[in-house]
Each structure stands twice: as C-alpha cells, then as structure tokens.
C-alpha cells in the first residue's frame, strides 16, 4: 500500500496545453508539498499546504496552481505549459514536527 | 537563507571500500540536517537526520554523518559499500522546523564499481 502516490507517473505533451497532476498520502500527514526537480537532478521546493491551507509559496509563475481538497491530497494544475517546465515533479507529505519527509515516485512531465 | 553545498557530483568507490560524501551548509540559525537517497526512477528516502544531541548520526543502510557545527559540515560516510548504494545522495538543510521547508543540495551520484 503506497504511503504517497502520484499520478500520472508518465506525461507528455504539446506546448500551451493545460495538465493537472494529483497526489494523495496515507499516512495521516497535516502537511503537503510539491517539489521539482530539474534535468540536472536540482530539487527545489514550490508549494507547501498545512491542513488545507497554504504555507509556503516559492516564486512559482501562476500558471501553477496547487489545490489541497482534504489533508491527504495536493494537486498541481499547470496552466499554458512552458518548454521549461519540463521536470519531475515530487509530492511529499510529512507530520509537522518530524523532520522528515516522505516522497511520491515523481511524475516526469515532458513539454514538446 | 540557509544553502547547501554538495562539492562532488560524482563519485566512483570499489565495491566494499569506504565512502565519505561532503556536505557543507550555510545558515545564520540553528539548522537541522538530512541525507536522502534516490534509488533510479525513485522519490527520495530519508537515510538519517540530525536534529540535536550527539553529533554522530546512525542510518539506514549502515550509513552514518557526522555534525560539524565549527565547519559547518555534515559528511555521509560508510565504511563499506555494495552495489545496491548506487544512488543519488542529497542533503539538505532546514531551519524552520515544524515546516519542513528543505533547501538541497545539488545531489551526488555514487556509483561502486565491482
């Protein structure tokens, strides 16, 4: 039983489309973020949600739009994709207070 | 803001041989530190983490690291490796605990050569 689960794993598509990818933890987490990471395995931090409300919001282009439904999921809408937003995309959850964060498998995004 | 500094993207061991990767951090607060691992095609799995007290931390995987606060440095270190620890190793560094706000570094691969 996956404690944190993405998908899709795999997504490709054309410049300018719109494209949502969705997350859900079961571990009983109160928080959940979504990092990217770059073709040259830099992870970086975008969104942050505690209890449905959001926390942390790097300087992300508002074309991204993460949306927390309930404590157990966190989506990420992208809007007018980019050449550059090309990545892998991690979801993580994590108690607040434990130090510790555990990662969904990535979903890789491929913009043509 | 706090930064991490991972000095070697690459490194190649003999299988069995002892490994150390470098990590160094940066930050103006009291920092708590993380090594994760990212087996291919994988998310990432915490392998230790130091928050406070000793100063030698014990992992997964036979793993260890060792606070430095003078030289502001978290080394990973094993004193014999497999092929099964071929992986990206990452550290990071938070100071906001409570809101895991982690800040990586920019990863090294390990790879043991048979």
């Known amino acids: 039983d996956t404690a944190v689960s993405q998908t899709p794993k795999y997504l490709v598509t054309q410049m300018g489309n719109d494209k949502s990818i969705k997350c859900e933890q079961n571990l009983g987490h109160d928080t959940m973020y979504w990092y990217k990471q770059d073709s040259k395995k830099f992870l970086k931090i975008m969104f942050s949600?505690?209890?449905?409300?959001?926390?942390i919001n790097e300087t992300v282009p508002n074309r991204f739009s993460p949306k927390s439904p309930d404590k157990a999921h966190l989506n990420l809408h992208i809007n007018s994709l980019e050449l550059g937003d090309s990545a892998v995309y991690f979801c993580?959850?994590?108690?607040?207070?434990?130090?510790?964060?555990?990662f969904g498998e990535g979903s890789r995004l491929t913009v043509l | 803001a706090q930064s991490v500094t991972q000095l070697d993207s690459q490194v190649p061991v003999f299988e069995e041989a002892p490994v150390e990767l470098r990590c160094n951090y940066s930050s103006s607060v009291s920092v708590y530190l993380f090594w994760y691992v990212q087996y291919p095609n994988q998310g990432l799995q915490l392998l230790l983490k130091y928050l406070s007290g000793s100063t030698l931390v014990k992992g997964i995987n036979g793993f260890e690291a060792e606070f430095n606060k003078s030289q502001t440095s978290f080394h990973l270190r094993k004193p014999s490796v497999h092929i099964s620890d071929t992986a990206e190793y990452f550290c990071a560094v938070s100071n906001f605990f409570g809101n895991e706000k982690l800040t990586f570094g920019t990863g090294t691969r390990l790879t043991i050569i048979p």
């Open positions: 949600y505690n209890n449905k409300e959001l926390i």
């Open positions: 993580a959850s994590s108690r607040s207070g434990a130090g510790e964060l555990f």
